[in-house]
């Protein structure tokens, strides 16, 4: 955005503030009036701009740039940032509250009339163009549960397309939590529990397929294994009250012992024996296996596979682009804030946005919208969501021309 010596104030911002009034900003009088104070730079005249211009050159340009755009990774791109929103930041490195030694040192002996200038001079910039995308770092997180289920191709000719099985002797996989059916592929794969083919199947999977396979099986809706049950139903439902502590009453557990509802008998049958003569060590399960015979096992293989299986409590993790649809809220589409209080994120750099996301979610730079934002967000997360910002395309603020007075 050129400013020559046409009149131009932010009026667009102005109507937006009043029509939008974004719910993340409280519209009390109070609130109201520092909200005003806080938009002073969205109100500069060009006058003002011109003024700020020659602040700039002065205190920030040797790390800013004139034109706003940085040629250091570590230093922001500040052209066509919300004025609103500069001014507030500026304060906040002056006061110290927001820690960072250059910063702190560069507005240290400026006023409160330069530092709104200067805002409003590198508000006033056409902001940098989009990071291009084959930067390894950032780039967007695949969908784990898709990749899970590309992963898992070859299993289904056994445990079936969705983890129900339809071979006797084939364990299902949909209905167990994914932290068991981790596990048990690192057991498989360690050696510690037994079986030579499931063993060279998961050794050609890496750590993110383990998860990711059993993501996908997790998610899936489950059903009762189809194969046969043969054994007495009702039998079984009594001896099972022995195993309803870890099981669940109906075989869904709730705790960590896998569920059983729904599994296939035989498969059943073989993981008892093998419990019992030790083939399959585990201490939890050694006791309740040499308390049944055959009978009993059978009984209660058929008893568990007809019981109906639930779903684990697992959520589907968003995929990135629907992380920035949540964050889109408060910074506008695609990063472009609307709002002269809210930071733009669209084309910042990825490497600054990291860092501040860090330091939000160590409390180390606080605001409650932001600090709250970050909760349980992963650092693949956090590279997902800088990467993606750092390759919108960013808006410029918007100038529109002051009607004669
Ligand atoms: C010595 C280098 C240096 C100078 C001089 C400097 N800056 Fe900075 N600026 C930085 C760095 C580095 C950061 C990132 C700091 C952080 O992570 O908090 C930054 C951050 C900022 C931010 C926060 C950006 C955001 O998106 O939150 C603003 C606004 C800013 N600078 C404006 C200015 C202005 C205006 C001046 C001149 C008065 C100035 N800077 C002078 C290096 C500098
Ligand atoms: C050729 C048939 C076959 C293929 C292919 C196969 N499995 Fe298996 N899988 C089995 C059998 C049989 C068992 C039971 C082994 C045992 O007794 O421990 C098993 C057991 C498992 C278990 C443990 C289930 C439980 O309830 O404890 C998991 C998890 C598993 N497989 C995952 C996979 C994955 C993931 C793949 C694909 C990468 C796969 N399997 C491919 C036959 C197969
Ligand atoms: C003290 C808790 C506890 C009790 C009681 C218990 N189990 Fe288990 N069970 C477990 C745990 C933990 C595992 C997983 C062990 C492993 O990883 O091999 C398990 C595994 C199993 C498995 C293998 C599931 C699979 O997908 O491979 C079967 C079958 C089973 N239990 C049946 C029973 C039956 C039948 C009883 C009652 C007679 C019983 N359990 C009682 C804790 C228990
Ligand atoms: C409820 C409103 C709200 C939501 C939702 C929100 N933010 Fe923010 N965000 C803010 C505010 C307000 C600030 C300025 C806070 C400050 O002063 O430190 C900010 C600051 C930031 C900054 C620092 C900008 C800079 O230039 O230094 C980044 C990066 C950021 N947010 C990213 C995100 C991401 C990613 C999400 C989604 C996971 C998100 N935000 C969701 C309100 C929000």
Request: glycine content about 8%.
């Amino acid at each position: 955005m050129k400013q020559d010596a046409r009149p131009v104030l932010y009026l667009a911002f102005m109507s937006l503030a009043g029509i939008f009034s974004p719910s993340c900003y409280a519209a009390t009088p109070a609130a109201q009036s520092a909200a005003a104070d806080d938009l002073r730079a969205a109100y500069a005249t060009p006058q003002d701009i011109a003024e700020g211009k020659r602040v700039a050159a002065a205190s920030c340009a040797s790390c800013h740039g004139s034109d706003g755009i940085a040629k250091s990774k570590d230093t922001p791109h500040i052209a066509g940032q919300r004025p609103g929103y500069m001014l507030t930041e500026l304060r906040v490195y002056q006061s110290g509250n927001r820690g960072n030694t250059p910063m702190n040192n560069a507005v240290k002996f400026l006023s409160e009339d330069a530092l709104v200038k200067v805002a409003a001079y590198y508000a006033s910039l056409d902001p940098a163009s989009p990071a291009s995308g084959s930067r390894a770092k950032g780039a967007s997180a695949p969908d784990p549960v898709a990749a899970g289920k590309a992963a898992a191709a070859g299993c289904s000719g056994c445990h079936g397309d969705i983890g129900i099985s339809d071979q006797a002797g084939m364990p299902s996989l949909s209905g167990l939590d994914p932290k068991y059916l981790i596990d048990a592929m690192r057991a498989y794969k360690t050696g510690q529990r037994k079986d030579d083919m499931m063993k060279t199947l998961v050794s050609a999977l890496s750590d993110t397929e383990i998860s990711n396979i059993s993501l996908f099986y997790a998610l899936q809706k489950p059903g009762k294994a189809k194969t046969p049950s043969p054994g007495d139903q009702a039998a079984g439902k009594s001896a099972a009250t022995a195993c309803a502590g870890c099981h669940g009453e109906t075989g869904v557990s709730t705790g960590t012992a896998p569920s059983l509802a729904g599994q296939d008998a035989q498969y059943f049958l073989m993981a008892m024996r093998a419990y019992k003569s030790g083939a399959r060590a585990d201490e939890a399960m050694k006791a309740p296996a040499t308390s049944v015979d055959e009978t009993v096992i059978k009984n209660l293989a058929a008893f568990y596979a007809n019981q109906q299986p639930q779903p684990p409590r697992v959520r589907k993790p968003l995929t990135t682009a629907e992380m920035a649809d949540r964050c889109n809220r408060c910074h506008g589409v695609d990063g472009n804030s609307i709002d002269p209080r809210a930071p733009a994120l669209a084309s910042q750099r990825a490497e600054y946005m990291e860092r501040v996301l860090r330091a939000y979610q160590k409390g180390e730079r606080k605001s409650k919208a932001m600090n709250a934002m970050l909760d349980g967000l992963s650092e693949t997360d956090i590279q997902g969501l800088a990467g993606h910002y750092s390759r919108m395309k960013a808006r410029s603020v918007v100038f529109m021309p002051l009607p004669a007075k």
